[in-house]
């Protein structure tokens, strides 16, 4: 959510500074349509709610999470960005959550940071001038605290400042900083195998994002919003077992080929029509469909909430489907695929999980949903920011603009 224009900026800062966050209240079913008597729901408990606010180092917003599971001992933590630390949260028992500790920011405060994980690792960026890539050993959780401490980073990567988001490849060991002060804004690639010595690979810049039919990209060839890499499993036999990258390029969707670090080329890239700012999406676990987000479509035209649906047969000539419209006036932000459904952070409306059973047919089926921000339902920055929903324990947590942590659990068919 970045490059937009003054008055989206100025709109983003208003949210934040007026929102009071929702209501006090912990836990919940989701009975009658409300989870703790205050929040809108469909299918989806309300465990905890954690105000990261206060505890800890003192903060004022939320923006991305991440989640780790133990390898050891099965726990389940959270990892919650905020304007001025990372919060990392304990909710092995979801009804109890502990608050484990900060990571406070490398320079200074930002509304945008972003955090993967990869073997152990977790790995932060953030718009915070000259903030780098802190790299955090989360095996350092298992020790147990009697309150939230400061923690201290294990690796600093300087190898560029500011970045908008980070992208793994968790079956390739290459982390891809997207929006960074370097690579022409493109994605600035890192070997990260040594997951505590992370080393420059190459740059995906503007000599490899050619734009649409030679027209001038508004926001820049070169710029990449945010990504998605796998070892490609599709159906396009021509790049099976290639390390592929799906990029949302502000205005564009790009297909670029990154197995070779030192000639990675454009595949393919499309636009659409009524483009606002192509912001994010993902691959459904067959690679055959690419689910897209536009973030200020619905500002822009004032219409419900949309996702679109790409079909990925061909990487060389991806085609638009449809698009699923939604029940809501929110601006969607941040989805991820896991199995059936894909779960969406849609700010203002909250959680929505969608069945992705007849995707083939370009339909989508809303099975159940959270409303993080229950005043209202309105195209603004502010509620759900992201949400992780790859727990065994099929637990979702969700991060709040407000400064909330939500501990959710999904009932799906």
């Not at 989640?67 to 909710?91: C, H, L, P, R």
């Not at 988001?165 to 600035?188: L, Q």
């Not at 159906?235 to 080929?257: Q, R, S």
Request: hydrophobic share 35%; charged share 20%.
């Amino acid at each position: 959510m970045k490059h937009l224009c003054v008055v989206c900026l100025v709109l983003i800062s208003l949210n934040f500074a007026s929102a009071e966050g929702p209501p006090e209240v912990t836990r919940g079913e989701c009975l009658n349509g409300l989870a703790g008597e205050l929040f809108p729901c469909g299918a989806v408990a309300l465990l905890n709610k954690l105000d990261l606010r206060n505890s800890g180092i003192k903060a004022k917003r939320a923006s991305d999470i991440w989640g780790w599971t133990d390898s050891q001992t099965g726990k389940e933590y959270a990892i919650v960005g905020m304007n001025n630390k990372t919060a990392f949260v304990d909710i092995s028992d979801p009804v109890a959550p502990i608050h484990l500790g900060d990571l406070k920011t490398q320079t200074v405060s930002s509304v945008w940071r972003d955090i993967k994980v990869y073997k152990d690792h977790a790995y932060i960026v953030s718009e915070a001038r000259g903030h780098g890539m802190q790299v955090f050993d989360l095996t350092r959780l298992r020790t147990p605290q009697d309150k939230p401490i400061e923690f201290t980073v294990d690796t600093h990567y300087k190898g560029f400042g500011s970045a908008h988001n980070i992208v793994i490849n968790e079956d390739s060991g290459f982390a891809y900083a997207v929006g960074s002060n370097t690579c022409d804004r493109g994605m600035h690639v890192v070997d990260i195998r040594n997951p505590i010595r992370p080393r420059f690979s190459t740059c995906i810049d503007r000599s490899i994002f050619e734009p649409v039919n030679d027209r001038n990209n508004k926001h820049g060839e070169g710029y990449t919003h945010d990504a998605q890499c796998v070892n490609y499993k599709g159906p396009d036999i021509k790049f099976l077992g290639k390390e592929i990258c799906f990029c949302a390029n502000a205005d564009t969707v790009n297909i670029v080929d990154v197995t070779d670090k030192s000639a990675p080329y454009q595949i393919s890239v499309k636009t659409y029509n009524g483009v606002g700012y192509t912001h994010q999406g993902w691959l459904t676990e067959d690679h055959r469909y690419f689910l897209l987000g536009d973030e200020t479509d619905e500002m822009n035209g004032a219409h419900p909430t949309k996702t679109l649906i790409w079909d990925m047969q061909s990487l060389e000539s991806p085609s638009y489907l449809s698009s699923h419209w939604h029940s809501t006036m929110a601006i969607d932000h941040n989805m991820y695929v896991r199995g059936n459904y894909v779960y969406q952070a849609n700010y203002d409306a909250g959680l929505r999980v969608l069945d992705l059973s007849k995707i083939g047919e370009g339909k989508l089926q809303e099975v159940a949903f959270f409303d993080s921000e229950p005043s209202s339902n309105v195209a603004a920055f502010k509620g759900a920011w992201s949400i992780f929903p790859y727990y065994k324990s099929d637990v979702v947590v969700l991060s709040n603009t407000s400064g909330h942590l939500f501990i959710l659990r999904p009932n799906l068919p």
